[in-house]
Nanobody, 115 residues
Framework: QVQLVESGGGLVQAGGSLRLSCSAS????????MGWSRQAPGKQRELVASITSGGNTNYADSVEGRFTISRDKIKNMLYLQMNSLKPGDTAVYYC?????????WGQGTQVTVSS
């Protein structure tokens, strides 16, 4: 069983920044890709950023240019740097990791952006 633990969420004013972190109980080399998703109240969960085992990144249009996904394979850590935050970014953010057909999820961390 893989455990993913997110941290770094909190309350921030619009225009501010936060950095989310995700630690994994398994070596990153076992994952095909990893990512960050978010779910706002009353909305479906959406993928906001992903990174493949080869290091290719992909972003949702809504966060392109503002969010940056990165990883530290030695420390088994995944990060999401979020800049120029907007109230619309308010959501619970989840770390996820895929190993073939199996997707693992963390418990989530709340991000609240005030206007």
């Amino acid at each position: 069983q893989v455990q993913l633990v997110e941290s770094g969420g909190g309350l921030v004013q619009a225009g501010g920044s936060l950095r989310l972190s995700c630690s994994a109980s398994r070596n990153f080399f076992s994952f095909n890709d990893m990512g960050w998703s978010r779910q706002a109240p009353g909305k479906q969960r959406e993928l906001v950023a992903s990174i493949t085992s080869g290091g290719n990144t992909n972003y949702a249009d809504s966060v392109e240019g503002r969010f940056t996904i990165s990883r530290d394979k030695i420390k088994n850590m995944l990060y999401l740097q979020m800049n120029s935050l907007k109230p619309g970014d308010t959501a619970v953010y989840y770390c996820n990791a895929r190993q073939y057909a199996v997707v693992y999820w963390g418990q989530g961390t709340q991000v609240t952006v005030s206007s």
